[in-house]
């Protein structure tokens, strides 16, 4: 069950990143344990029309997405953390015809960095497509509110 004030916050996070837009990612489930996003599967994300395979490149932007915006569930209040370092090892393809969900925590946070860890898998979080870990460097609340650099 996901919590209200995390689940309002990370789907506000969502709405500002115009490309998980127009791939149609939405939150599924956010708490303090981490977020869970899903990528419908469409003709967008095909890396070969004969064989209707997802293209890794929509694999990495859905983890990317999921460990950045999961820094929303472990910190108290929204910030900016941009990717520092991603790696995700592929296990098997996606499978055609079916959404793809990721799901990422925040298992260390630091005054500076924030580390994450996740899965992207379709239909059992247990047989995932792909592992990832990410660093996200903390910038700051003020970034978001435009006060950062008031005192340059």
């Given amino acids: 069950m996901s919590d209200p004030v995390i689940l309002e916050r990370t789907q506000h996070f969502l709405s500002f990143l115009r490309h998980c837009q ?3 990612m939405r939150v599924e489930q ?3 344990k981490g977020l869970t ?3 419908p599967y469409s003709d967008k994300i095909v890396s070969d029309p004969e064989t209707r395979i997802i293209h890794g490149g929509a694999i990495t ?3 990317d997405t999921t460990c950045g915006i999961s820094t929303a569930c472990a ?3 929204l910030e900016i953390c941009p990717t520092l370092d991603l790696r995700i090892d592929y296990m098997h393809p996606a499978e055609p015809d079916h959404d793809v969900f990721g799901f990422a925590e925040c298992y260390r946070v630091t005054p ?3 580390f994450t860890r996740g ?3 379709q239909r059992d979080i247990n047989e995932p497509i792909a592992h990832v870990v ?3 460097m903390r910038m700051g609340k003020g970034v978001v509110t435009g006060e950062r650099g008031a005192s340059r």
Avoid: Q
Wanted: glycine share 8%; hydrophobic share 60%.
């Fill in 37 to 39: 996003l899903r990528l």
């Fill in 112 to 114: 500076t960095v924030i």
């Fill in 119 to 121: 899965v992207a898998y």
């Fill in 75 to 77: 910190l108290p209040e």
């Fill in 30 to 32: 956010a708490d303090r």
């Fill in 61 to 63: 932007t859905l983890m």
């Fill in 22 to 24: 127009v791939l149609g």
């Fill in 134 to 136: 990410g660093a996200f």
